[in-house]
Antibody
Framework: QVQLVQSGAEVKKPGASVKVSCKAS????????ISWVRQAPGQGLEWMGW????????NYAQKLQGRVTMTTDTSTSTAYMELRSLRSDDTAVYYC??????????WGQGTLVTVSS | DIVMTQTPLSLSVTPGQPASISCKSS???????????LYWYLQKPGQSPQLLIY???SRFSGVPDRFSGSGSGTDFTLKISRVEAEDVGVYYC?????????FGQGTKLEIK
């Protein structure tokens, strides 16, 4: 069965960086893209960007350009999202989701990133 | 960016009764390929979002047939024919025609 398992919660200071992993199993990793979506406490869903696991092509939300990098490691079927220069308003649960023809069909369990001094 | 506007923002429904959520987009979601890229997701309390409906009206695998989607262009509706207790959570519409993909604010469904 398809599973996306994310890394554990992180606490970071303002200005630091965080790298969240998303390990895929149960399907051919390179046949699908991965999107990252975040959710601030008590708020809605915000699309952050997308990466093709096939060729590494990316597309990032403009508001995060220059601070976010999405990568994949096809040898371990793992996607990564790195966010730099963290601010307090980056505090959120970060989700990875498989991108299929039908939409975001499988989601990771979420990773809470807390930015606090 | 395409703005997605959902109404109502909250809904309280008696089990067995129907429920309806509206989603309006600031631009048409009809692609030149003939498909309309409108999705519905449900986020149950404490869980990750889950896909319910894709391309306006197609139910994702395993989604009960009490859920249905309709609409075209910029106006869309999610209907639950008979609400059950397990349907509680926040429903989001999302457009997938233009990047950045954008979500509605969410509609919280609770059971009376």
């Amino acid at each position: 069965q398809v599973q996306l398992v994310q890394s554990g919660a992180e606490v970071k200071k303002p200005g630091a960086s965080v790298k969240v992993s998303c390990k895929a199993s149960g399907y051919t990793f390179t046949s699908y893209g991965i999107s990252w979506v975040r959710q601030a406490p008590g708020q809605g869903l915000e699309w952050m960007g997308w990466i093709s696991a096939y060729n590494g092509n990316t597309n990032y939300a403009q508001k995060l350009q220059g601070r976010v990098t999405m990568t994949t490691d096809t040898s371990t079927s793992t996607a990564y999202m790195e966010l730099r220069s963290l601010r307090s308003d980056d505090t959120a649960v970060y989700y990875c989701a498989r991108v299929a023809r039908v939409g975001f069909d499988y989601w990771g369990q979420g990773t809470l990133v807390t930015v606090s001094s | 960016d395409i703005v997605m506007t959902q109404t109502p923002l909250s809904l309280s429904v008696t089990p067995g009764q129907p429920a309806s959520i509206s989603c309006k987009s600031s631009q048409s979601l009809l692609h030149s390929d003939g498909k309309t890229y409108l999705y519905w997701y449900l986020q149950k309390p404490g869980q990750s979002p889950q896909l319910l409906i894709y391309e306006v009206s197609s139910r994702f695998s395993g989604v009960p047939d009490r859920f249905s989607g309709s609409g075209s262009g910029t106006d869309f509706t999610l209907k639950i024919s008979r609400v059950e207790a397990e349907d509680v959570g926040v429903y989001y519409c999302m457009q997938g025609i233009h990047l950045p993909q954008t979500f509605g604010q969410g509609t919280k469904l609770e059971i009376k």
